[in-house]
């Protein structure tokens, strides 16, 4: 078994996980040639990429998140940070969200689109992937800062 190294070349080198994630497509692609008989095994299958080491997330404590919900109060964009930290949405999911997703009565909101930047324009777009199309429950806090804001 050989242990695949992160590549290095012009300076700049790729995260134990970006190589994990070339190993797995170099993997598929050359496992469907040998379905397909034109090579007689799988060379990807005797490498074993990286480890990777997921970074340590430390929360907030609950004082934290008191204070930034005070500093919020007062801001513009205050409720939208709220609803962010609670919910665990990407901040171009919320940027777009509409109230048409978000149902108070049932204490949801439904992602069904993002906002992304290219080329610095705003592009409205689904989620990549079928799970980022979601229902996320909204606590009756949360709920009641929505209700206030709209």
Not at 65 to 75: F, H, L, S, T, Y
Request: with cysteine.
């Amino acid at each position: 078994m050989v242990t695949l190294s992160q590549p290095q070349g012009n300076g700049t080198t790729l995260s134990p996980r970006s190589v994990a994630y070339v190993c797995s497509v170099l993997g598929i692609a050359l496992g469907e040639a040998v379905r397909l008989e034109l090579l007689p095994a799988n060379p990807v299958s005797r490498i074993r990429p990286p480890k990777q080491n997921p970074k340590k997330v430390e929360s907030l404590t609950f004082e934290q998140e008191q204070a930034i919900d005070e500093v919020g109060r007062d801001m513009r964009l205050g409720v939208l940070f709220s609803v962010l930290r609670k919910t665990g949405l990407r901040i171009g999911e919320a940027i777009g969200l509409r109230w048409e997703d978000v149902d108070l009565e049932n204490a949801t909101l439904s992602v069904h689109r993002t906002m992304s930047e290219i080329n610095g324009r705003m592009i409205e777009g689904p989620p990549k992937t079928k799970a980022g199309r979601r229902e996320i429950a909204l606590a009756p806090q949360t709920v009641e800062m929505l209700r206030c804001q709209r």
